[in-house]
């Protein structure tokens, strides 16, 4: 039987410094995060909103854990300070077959160009308190009609060590390999190493959506 559940996304980094696998040593670089990444100045709304399948990727989790990732944008509104979408993340956990299903919010500062901040629903680590910007770092790279390529950093409290993590989409589960090629020179630009960056499989996703509980049937006694 296929499990299903609605749980927070990784993608919210101040979890990680108390995640198991920073904690076990896991994703940590020595230094501090750099400050010459170059991200996009401004992320058009028709480019960015809509369905984006996770091709690569760089983050805490374990490769193998996940397949079939998608996420899906929906523009909210746009306010003087802020311009806001809805976040759907789906995916299925490679082990138990556990479909997974993230809802939230993601926002753009009007102040910090192609740089967002996401909050899912519940929120997932209550108490944080406000994002520091000075070390979350969410980056739109690289935004097309094709691809999307998100970067983000944390410092550790010490100073001496931060983890750097990378999302790569595309609006297709199969990507051409013309788009592959692009999304890798994209990442080499910034002087990212592409070979820390495992494959996302998008194999029997069955739809990228939870099973609805099936209705009760219905007995008419004679």
Known sequence: MVKHQIASSPLLVLIFLTSSYLVAGQGRKPGSCRTDIQYVQNVEREAFEGIWYMHRGMTLDDARAFRCRRMNFTYFYTRPHETAYRAEEFKIRTEGQTRIASIGSLKFPSNCAGQFRITYWPRANPGTGAIDWNNLRYKVLT???????????????????????????????????????????????????????YRIYHVECEGYEIPRAAAPLLVIHI
């Not at 060590?161 to 994209?186: G, K, N």
């Not at 990442?187 to 960056?197: C, D, M, P, S, Y």
Request: proline share 5%.
């Open 143 to 197: 935004l097309d009609s094709q691809k999307l390529i998100i970067y983000a950093c944390q410092n550790f409290p010490s100073g001496s060590e931060h983890v750097e993590l990378v999302w790569v989409y595309t609006r297709q589960p199969d990507v051409l390999f013309p788009i592959e090629i692009a999304c890798m020179a994209a990442l080499r630009t910034q002087g990212i190493n592409v070979r820390e960056l």
